[in-house]
């Protein structure tokens, strides 16, 4: 039986996220987006399944600090519709809550509905970890915002569905493993993902990155990173709709690495059909 681990306790949204992607494996909860990562590395799980962003909240900042450090390959990606609902103790009300825990991306999925409300958002580590915490305190004043699994799990009732801002709330999320085996160009729309560091040059970045226009290649994605503390050169996480083997690839390539210090691929994917809905 394939091992699967992501960040979050049973119940969050990374482990809906692994039963859709591995319907009959066994899910291992980390504690941080560094672990489940090295939970694979080491062997002790085939795969990691971690978020990267929100359609609402923008991107998962721990996990792009974490994706130009690792050895690991990204296999793929899934887009997962996020709904959060407000969870409590089962003798609570909605005129009870004063106080609701969770991640802080789900905070901010939520904030119309806590100010309307006059809820207090209090941050915690894990949307399905704050569920515990509400067990453990057996305060009625105080809710959770997780899942609808997060609710069987830790039997809370839900007081109110469905809360999130957007109606369209999607997160995506990143599979993760050792293989390293490029998968062959079928005619698909790929992602390419990579990190480079850039010369320090005038307008590096610039011609860097023009011989993927000038080559009519798509980037769908640009994240710059200061690293080692200078703050002379950055090194950039980005992603491309493109497959390596590919001509426009190649000669846009050929730009990069001219003007790059170093180029490190990440993995190269097929694009998940939600991408394009």
Excluded: W
Excluded at 55 to 62: E, M, N
Aim: proline share 4%.
């Amino acid at each position: 039986m394939q091992k699967i681990t992501f960040q979050g306790a049973m119940g969050a949204y990374s482990h809906i996220a692994c039963t859709e992607l591995f319907p009959q494996a066994e899910y291992i909860p980390s504690d941080t987006f560094e672990q489940a990562m090295e939970l694979v590395d080491i062997g002790e799980a085939d795969y990691a399944v971690i978020p990267v962003e929100n359609s609402f909240a923008g991107r998962v900042s721990d996990v792009h600090f974490l994706l130009p450090q690792t050895d690991l390959t990204i296999l793929g990606e899934h887009f997962l519709r996020v709904e959060h609902q407000l969870l409590a103790l089962p003798n609570a009300k909605l005129e009870d809550i004063e106080e609701a825990a969770s991640h802080p991306q789900a905070l901010a999925q939520c904030s119309e509905f806590l100010k309307a409300h006059q809820i207090k958002a209090l941050s915690r580590i894990d949307t399905a970890k704050s569920c515990e915490r509400i067990v453990e305190m057996q305060d009625k004043t105080r809710a959770a915002i997780a899942s609808k699994l997060a609710a069987e799990i830790y039997g809370l009732n839900i007081l109110a569905s469905n809360i999130e801002n957007d109606g369209n709330n999607t997160t995506r999320f990143l599979i993760m493993g050792k293989v390293k085996q490029m998968p062959k160009d079928d005619g698909s729309k790929f992602i390419t993902s990579l990190v480079f560091k850039v010369k320090n040059i005038p307008a590096a970045l610039y011609k860097t990155l023009g011989g993927f226009a000038t080559n009519g290649v798509n980037i769908t994605k640009l994240e710059s990173y200061v690293i080692g503390g200078n703050f002379v050169s950055a090194q950039f996480y980005v992603e491309i709709e493109a497959h390596p083997e590919s001509r426009e690839f190649k000669l846009a390539l050929e730009e990069l690495k001219f003007y790059s210090e170093s180029v490190h691929f990440l993995g190269t994917y097929k694009a998940h059909p939600r991408r394009y809905l």
